[in-house]
């Protein structure tokens, strides 16, 4: 459901046809990256607030200042907002837009991934430590070396590894980084350095952790998605190709990339065989949802599979307001995921 058409829609219905609600409205939350701790559910969303600047392709509109953990004890239990968790004034190296994080755990850590600009207007990813999933978290006075662009995931393997992903074009300049260093012509178009509609689309990236989780243990590589034919998806697959929002899991052996189409409005699906792929098209998790973005995590609870994911129905359709939600996601016998819509009805 592409934002240009949420002039025509009745939001109390829209809200009660809704397969899911939002976990908090007191704040705004997108973005979410949901993780099962210790019999718990923690959610590490990005928080909305109004820049006070118009909408425009690069993301100004989206001033995240913050984050805020979201925690539940059960699928069904209320929501609990813990607070500010970190703040970009704590953060040395980074000067403004907080966007979507990501977290994990190792050996009692935790370790919250973020992406935020620079004092040069360069997005770059850092990390913060706590001893508790809800924080405070403290941040590395640097960001990681060699880190770029945006929406980091971080994965962990069943033998112990962790890997993360990350990567967004448009605001998320990733395609400014197509010659390993950061082109900065053309600042204010979004559409600079994007390849052509029938070349092979941008990919996400993918680096191997150290032991720390504080740096890459090599440089990042690019993550292939192929299409059926086992060619790499063009830029002009835009029901298809990779745009933001990084996803990891693991089901029956089996890598399952997730990502968002950015401006066709999908949340997608890739399989592969090992963390580093390559990775082959496999369909959609998500129809269109009210808002311009679409932004996603699945998680395992128990014995079950969630998918969390934001609208901006309770803001009324605006696009830099949005607020998280979940929903139970089915794998089918044959591996595919069963494909969401997130309504009940057409708008």
Not at 40 to 59: N, Q, R, T
Not at 264 to 282: K, Q, V
Not at 303 to 321: E, I
Request: with cysteine; proline share 6%.
């Amino acid at each position: 459901m592409p934002e240009n058409s949420i002039e025509h829609i009745d939001f109390k219905e829209l809200n009660e046809k809704s397969i899911s609600q939002p976990l908090v409205k007191h704040i705004y939350t997108a973005d979410p990256s949901a993780h099962y701790f210790n019999g718990k559910i923690y959610i590490y969303p990005s928080h909305d607030v109004d820049a006070g600047e118009a909408f425009d392709d690069l993301g100004s509109h989206f001033a995240m200042e913050d984050y805020h953990v979201i925690s539940m004890d059960t699928v069904d239990s209320e929501a609990l907002d813990n607070g500010i968790a970190l703040h970009v004034d704590d953060v040395a190296w980074a000067d403004k837009q907080m966007w979507a994080p990501d977290a994990n755990e190792k050996d009692g850590k935790y370790y919250l991934f973020f992406p935020a600009k620079g004092y040069d207007g360069i997005f770059k990813i850092g990390v913060a430590i706590s001893d508790s999933p809800t924080g405070p978290f403290t941040s590395q006075p640097e960001a990681i070396k060699d880190s770029f662009s945006i929406d980091p995931a971080v994965f962990k393997d069943d033998d112990g590894s962790y890997y993360m992903y990350f990567g967004g074009i448009w605001g998320g300049q990733l395609q400014r980084w197509r010659e390993g260093v950061f082109n900065a012509s053309e600042p204010d178009s979004p559409f600079a350095h994007l390849p052509a509609d029938d070349e092979p689309a941008l990919c996400p990236k993918v680096a191997k952790m150290t032991d720390d989780l504080l740096e890459f243990a090599h440089e990042a590589k690019d993550l292939v998605i192929l299409d059926e034919k086992g060619d790499p998806l063009l830029q002009g697959d835009t029901d298809k190709r990779f745009f933001e929002a990084a996803w990891m899991h693991k089901y029956n052996g089996k890598y399952y990339f997730s990502y968002s189409t950015g401006d066709s409005h999908l949340i997608c699906y890739a399989i592969g065989d090992n963390p580093y792929g390559p990775f082959t098209y496999a369909g959609k998790v998500l129809e269109p949802v009210v808002g311009w973005t679409s932004h996603h995590s699945i998680c395992k609870i128990e014995n079950d599979w969630y998918l969390f994911y934001h609208d901006s129905s309770l803001s009324k359709g605006t696009t830099h307001l949005r607020s998280v939600k979940m929903t139970k996601i089915t794998h089918l016998s044959d591996g595919s995921i069963e494909t969401i819509n997130p309504y009940r009805a057409t708008f």
